[in-house]
C-alpha cells in the first residue's frame, strides 16, 4: 500500500501569514494527489486536484505544488475562514490512502 | 446543484448488518464513478471502497474486503454500501464521495457498532 506521511500535524500561524503542508508519498503517485479542508462538523471539502489544479471555487490564495513524491500546499495570506484540518488523498492506486491530517489553528 | 444525502446510519450490535444508501442529485450520477470514506470519531479520513460509473469495477480497503459491498442503482441515482460482519472499528461517520476526486461530499451518516 502506499502510504502518504503528512507535515506537520498541527500548525499554529497568524492573519496573512504564508502557511505550507506537505505530504510525501512513499512511493511515485504521479499527479494523483488531491487537498482537503474540513472545518468542525463540516463534510471534507474539495481544495485541489491532480496535485496543482484549483478546484471550482476555491480561492486563489490556495495552490498545490509538486517536487518527485513530495506534495504542498500552500496558503498564501491566512484568513480566518482557513481554520480547520487539511488532509492530503493519494488516488494513484487502491487502496487509496489519506494523510493523518494537519490541524490549522490561528496564533 | 449537486447534492449527496447518506442515510441508513443508526446503532447496531457487532456482528450484524446495516445498508447505507445516497441519494445523488444535481448531476448524471451515471456518468460518476463514486466512493465511501469513513471517519472515525475525533480521527482522520479513511478510504473504505470506490465503484466504477457502470459498477462493472469495485475496490475495497483491506479491512472491509469480504464483508462490505459497494453497489449502485444508476436508474435511482443511489449508491448503497452493505456491510455485514459490522465491527466495534468499523464505528465511525461515513460520508458518499463524487468520483476518485471528491469533489463532492455528503453530509455523512453516523455508524455505532456497540453492544
Known amino acids: 500500500d502506499i502510504q502518504m506521511t503528512q507535515s506537520p500535524a498541527s500548525l499554529s500561524a497568524s492573519l496573512e501569514e504564508i502557511v505550507t503542508i506537505t505530504c510525501q508519498a512513499s512511493q511515485d503517485i504521479g499527479n494523483w494527489l488531491s487537498w482537503y479542508q474540513q472545518k468542525p462538523g463540516k463534510s471534507p471539502q474539495l481544495l485541489i486536484y491532480?496535485?496543482?489544479s484549483l478546484a471550482d471555487g476555491v480561492p486563489s490564495r490556495f495552490s498545490g505544488s509538486r517536487s518527485g513524491t513530495q506534495y504542498s500546499l500552500k496558503i498564501s495570506r491566512l484568513q480566518v475562514e482557513d481554520i480547520g484540518i487539511y488532509y492530503c488523498?493519494?488516488?494513484?492506486?487502491?487502496?487509496?490512502?489519506f494523510g493523518a491530517g494537519t490541524k490549522l489553528e490561528l496564533k | 446543484e449537486v447534492q449527496l444525502v447518506e442515510s441508513g446510519g443508526g446503532l447496531v450490535q457487532p456482528g450484524r448488518s446495516m445498508k447505507l444508501s445516497c441519494a445523488a442529485s444535481g448531476f448524471t450520477f451515471s456518468n460518476y464513478g463514486m466512493a465511501w470514506v469513513r471517519q472515525a470519531p475525533t480521527k482522520g479520513l479513511e478510504w473504505v471502497a470506490t465503484i466504477s460509473y457502470d459498477g462493472s469495477s469495485t475496490y475495497y480497503r483491506d479491512s472491509v474486503k469480504g464483508r462490505f459491498t459497494i453497489s449502485r442503482d444508476n436508474a435511482k441515482s443511489t449508491l448503497y454500501l452493505q456491510m455485514n460482519s459490522l465491527r466495534s472499528e468499523d464505528t465511525a461517520t461515513y460520508y458518499c464521495t463524487r468520483g476518485i476526486l471528491g469533489d463532492y461530499w455528503g453530509q455523512g451518516v453516523m455508524v455505532t457498532v456497540s453492544s
Open positions: 491532480g496535485a496543482t
Open positions: 488523498l493519494q488516488a494513484y492506486s487502491a487502496p487509496y490512502t
